[in-house]
């Protein structure tokens, strides 16, 4: 196992890289975004500063030169420079944003995984009752809404909310409100009342998938054989459920759950326009749209590093678990 | 009276019986079905699944010929602009005067033909390749999976933004971005199943008769993992239509003179408090999609697997 | 415990559904758009001082900021934005204010006066106010002047080491000497720049030399002193009202009143803060909640009716310096032909266009007539409503391309040359984002189609193709400024900013003089005389001037909407508390 991991970190290292050359070229396709950063300045920006801006974002070197270069620089911590110039550090800068981010994503998840296995596990008990057809429903409804719809609709209650009754208690503009209140107890109501609604959006979308996987596993465990048996010995339903049905049924939650982490830190972006989060996900769509390649790039081993650390434990897990399953 | 015994097989004797006296001997007529069969009844069982088919269907009907026989053309803006639903337009105009209807029915449509597209590519070209790498193994597959994972890795963000810069945002780009990020998770799916399937005896027994790997993904694995292809491949189109709507509110989908329904969406982001059936009603339109294919997935999942057998990834 | 769930789940989903409803339905009333709110229908006539009145004092303005913050130092290209130039008017003291209307008048806050003493070598004499001070108590003198100078000439610093966005006029400086212990600064010019006003924003030389490690003019001096400033967290110094006592970056900065500031009017306010929103869409929501007191985003037809539904909220459309405008690009083959140009600029109605772009929220948009000069500015004349042009007249349209021997093909459908060749498809391009530029392209498709001329509509993610010249017709948007010597640039052969390449040696030579004309009048009759020949050589067709938007929060006064680049906070040290209850 300890080998089957190292062999895994190993090879983390060319997918890495190859995905950071197929960026770097998509990247490098749309025109030059010095230029694209200045055109239309009245009065125009003198051409020396262009050319002067085009050379220190190495815009004039070779395709491979400037590829190689880029990677012998990461290696050695420089992630390259930025279009804003000056005190632009994105080794810096990536880690506040990656802050905001884990802040956002670790309550959505935490509160999507708790009501994925209470709505899963409901469900499966009482398979095709009312119960479980509400919660069936539901969770479809929620899995197939799209991210911007829930998020756009919370804020618009949240804010009516705060004009019917007078109050300032949902905060629409990041995680705290500015300025900010005196002393702990009301900045940890300001924090909750900016936190929640983009928790809310983050987790009703989340849920619903996890709860199906929920149910599915919850299912086969009740239909198991070694629980016919138990139940035939004449154990109570509910230490049943708890000693022997649960921790069977929440194993396959754990894999579901390291994907969706891995997920996650790329997929918040939405929710991060619409809250004014300044997280990974307006960092990148920023890069992106400025033509920031380094920004971008740096963003990639960042996230392509979740990926696929996420991916492997998924797999452990998974292989560890299931006796079914050899690896060569 | 006595019911007559009717089955498919003569009794011993070669005699076919007429009569029986004394006690009835029920047997119960059993034709026999096909696995086909099958797996359709469970499926009509399911009621949320049929209830979606029908409402899908039926959105399809209206999104493709109702368009055609709606008299507002959707390019051509009307005397009355930013007017709210009404009689005359059902689901009003927008800031332009377009009639929204057919705005939205055009961009059902376009979005529909990404989202059938999305899904075909990625299963068309994730499945086979799961089966194959699952069924050779060894390094062979481990250097096939990290390939996926590559793929996995990339940002659909960058390869959209990328990619319409150079082509403008046509709707057969956003296409190609989501099929060709999309096909390594139905890889790995199938991969899964087939990693269980082949310690199996029948796997083992075509080997022996000396099948060859091509022969044996084909005939055998994809087959049996047809239950898992055909639900991922749902999860797939409703997947494309979320994708390409979140695309489309961030400026990286489809771009005008193209439509969809995350690109109407986009363009109305702006008119959320003064418009609002602008921004709403396509999402309305995206979430009934979305809905009813993830019922018919689920219903799909029933049918083809009644042990409700956990899905592996 | 089963029933109890029934009845809550019901129960969650009714509310839900009901708040739903109630938010998606709330339409508002209120007043229409395109008025001025509250104290602010005097804006039109009055644009310098409307909203204005007595304060108290306190007080803390929320104020939107669009864009994030690379570097404080304004003076270099990458960070040389509108938002980060906002907050900095907080720091940097300038010789010259740019008032709402366009008029530059002196800031006898910082200068006593400031001379034309020669016109011819250029000279002027500029007079400190002997209490002018940075906030360390350094006096602002002539060295502050020189490094402003020497670092932006681009001689004594190249692009290299200091990457800045403007060099001209500093570029022709040849000398600067001071008299009074640096309180009276004599400026040379070798050439003459007629907007000398605009020059001379400070920083302070004394932090510079701290940062170039003692002598700064040294070799490598200004080099040190750029990257000093560039690298800044949070500027400490300042030469105005306000200092920045906070700055998180990507969030917010706080600005407040500056206890060593000299001027007449004192601060009022305790703070002004600045927050990044980053998507204008979400402004609406913030300025509802009161997480935003003021908002000076792109307009559009459904941010001004939003706004206007919001109670305690006053907003302000003027006409700004950004004109919209229609190019041709004269290296394609067909629009060459001066003949083509006439009729195609003649048949585009530009009434029409503004009618269903900017009209619906700004009922006083107009047509703009003049390539350098805007309504209300005292150089302005009408020179594009003479031509004919930009009436949508199709007949007259069509009778000039009669006359220059352009046909109907036999389809009727497509016009064809004189020769006999069919003109082709001709692209129209734009950004695609922007809507309302999409809607002026269909409509002027839509205008041209009745010439037998095909238009393609060509959306673009942005406007690089003005470099390359990969366009055919292309719309967008000149940032206008009183300070107009640069404009020669827009129009002359192998200008910078002349995309299309337009070349003609009498518009050449009345540009070259109005570019050095120090008499306003004088520079008038040249740029005039140039422009009449530009329009009827139907290059550029003038659309309107975009609207700027302020929405301010009743309870605060002195802060109007200013269109120029100056900002609203030209007059920052102004702004403060309504002292009336509202």
Redesign the interface.
Known sequence: MIVFTVRRLFQAIPILLGAALIVYWLMSIPPDPVLKQFAGHNPPIPPATILANRQRMHLLDGFWYGFGRWVADFVRGDFGPTLGGGTDNIRKDLITHLGVTTHLVVPALFLAVVLAVITGVMSAIKQYSFRDYTFTFFGFLFLAMPTFWIAQLLKDTAVNFNLATGTHFFGTLGDRSIPQPEGFGPQMVDYIGHIVLPTISLALITYAGLSRFQRASMLEVINSDYVRLARAKGITPRRLLIRHMLRTALIPMTTATALTVAVFFGGTVITETIFNWQGLGTYTVGAIVGGDKYIVLAVLMLTGFFVIVGNLIADILYAVLDPRIRYE | MSNPITTRTTAPGGVPPQRTTGRVEREFTVKERRQWQLIVRRFYRHRLAMASLIVLLLLIIVAYFGAQLWHYNPQVPTPEFRTPPSLQHPLGTDDVGHDYLARVLRGAQQSLKIAAVVALLSSSIGAPYGAISGLIGGKVDAIMMRFCDMLLVLPLLVVAAALSFSEGGSITVVMLVLGLLGWPVNARQVRSVVLGLREMEFVEAAKAMGAGPVRIVFRHLLPNATGTIVVQATLDVAGAILGEAALSFLGLGVQPPDTSLGNLIGSARSSIDTLPWLFYLPGVVIIIIALTINFIGDGLRDAFDPRQTRQRR | M?SG??RL?GLI?ISAAA??V???C???SGGGPGQSSFSWKDCIAHPNDCNSGPTKQGG?M?VTDEK?I??W?VA?????TYDQAQIMSGLIPSPFIVRPDSSVVLNTDLMESATLVSANPQKVEYKIKQNAVWNDGTPITADDFTFAWKFQN?KDC???DC??????GYDTISGITSADNGKTVDVTWSDVYPDWRALFSLWPSKVATQYAGGDLYAPGGLAKAYKGF????MPAWSGAAYIMQDY?????T?LVPNPKWYGATKPSLD?I?Y????????E???L?????NVTTAQP????V??VA?LPNTSYNLSAGPTWEHIDLNLKNKWLADKALRQAIFTAIDRKDIIA?TVL?FFPTAAPLNNHNYMPGMSGYTDNITPTGQGAGDIAKAKQILEAAGYKNDASGQKLTDPSGAVVGDLRFSYT??N?LR??SA?LVQAQLQQLGITVK?T?L????V???GDFDMII??????PFLS?NK??WSTNG??NYGHYSNPTVDQDLAKAATDTDATQQATDFNAADQLMAQDAYVLPLYQKPVFIAVSNQFVNIRNNPTSAGPAYNMQEWGTRASAQ
């Open positions: 089963r769930t029934k789940t989903a708040l739903m109630a938010s998606a709330s339409t508002k803390t929320l994030k690379t570097s130092f270099d290209a990458a960070s040389n681009g190249n692009a290299t990457p800045v966005a403007g060099t001209t560039l690298n800044e967290q998180q970056k990507d969030v917010s706080t703070k803060i927050k990044i929103i980053l998507d204008s869409t979400q609406v929501d913030a509802k909640n009161g997480e935003i559009d037809a459904d941010m009716s939003a539904a269903k619906p695609q984002t809507k999409e809607t269909e509509l959306p993610p942005d406007l690089s003005l470099g390359s967008f948007a000149w940032v206008g400024t640069g640039d827009l910078g900013g």
